[in-house]
T-cell receptor
Framework: QKEVEQDPGPLSVPEGAIVSLNCTYS??????FMWYRQYSRKGPELLMYTYSSGNKEDGRFTAQVDKSSKYISLFIRDSQPSDSATYLCALSYNQGGKLIFGQGTELSVKP | EPEVTQTPSHQVTQMGQEVILRCVPI?????FYWYRQILGQKVEFLVS????????KSEIFDDQFSVERPDGSNFTLKIRSTKLEDSAMYFC????????????FGNGTRLTVT
């Protein structure tokens, strides 16, 4: 079983839609959970990070972690064409430790 | 906003040649990393570096790879004898210390080995 699994998509939604992006993981030892956004030929850009179960909100973005189910989600409200990118979940076992990335979900928001 | 800077943006080299990829991490960061992304694949961890030594490395990071912090601002990745399969995007990242701090990535160097 892969450490981190993420549906690669592509996912296409109309502007204004609520987007749900998800990752599952196999090892309960993961403690830190991040979401990155990656535009074509650019580096991953940090969107949100958390280390606890529950929700964390930042503007139109909400990150959700369910450690009991080993499931993390990123919700984007009122999606915009500028949100079109690949979204990567990344997990870490410890502080300063390596990140294990998901495959990335390619999102396209149509005007 | 401070950012991680990588040079060059694109490097073409012949198989068997040595390449050095350069990075300037964010100035107050103390953890440094190299990741790579082969086209169409996941971002993969290569190595982490802290307090002037490697703190962790992956199976990919074999004897052909080395890292160095030659001065107070640069962080380099050297590949001694490049192979075709080394063609990828190489990302440098850095993070602060003190509790959990997320990684900040540069825009990468596209390495093409011919």
């Amino acid at each position: 079983q892969k450490e981190v699994e993420q549906d690669p998509g592509p996912l296409s939604v109309p502007e204004g839609a609520i987007v749900s992006l998800n990752c599952t993981y196999s090892n309960s030892a993961f403690q830190y959970f991040m979401w990155y956004r990656q535009y074509s030929r650019k580096g991953p850009e940090l969107l949100m990070y958390t280390y606890s179960s529950g929700n964390k909100e930042d503007g139109r973005f909400t990150a959700q972690v369910d450690k009991s189910s080993k499931y993390i989600s990123l919700f984007i409200r009122d999606s915009q064409p500028s949100d079109s990118a690949t979204y990567l979940c990344a997990l870490s076992y410890n502080q300063g430790g390596k990140l294990i990335f998901g495959q990335g979900t390619e999102l396209s928001v149509k005007p | 906003e401070p950012e991680v800077t990588q040079t060059p943006s694109h490097q073409v080299t012949q198989m068997g040649q040595e390449v050095i990829l350069r990075c300037v991490p964010i100035s107050n960061h103390l953890y440094f990393y190299w990741y790579r992304q082969i086209l169409g694949q996941k971002v993969e961890f290569l190595v982490s570096f802290y307090n002037n030594e490697i703190s962790e490395k992956s199976e990919i990071f074999d004897d052909q790879f080395s890292v160095e912090r030659p001065d107070g601002s640069n962080f380099t990745l050297k590949i001694r004898s490049t192979k075709l399969e080394d063609s990828a995007m190489y990302f440098c990242a850095s993070s602060e210390t003190g509790g959990f701090q997320p990684l900040h990535f540069g825009n990468g160097t596209r390495l093409t080995v011919t």
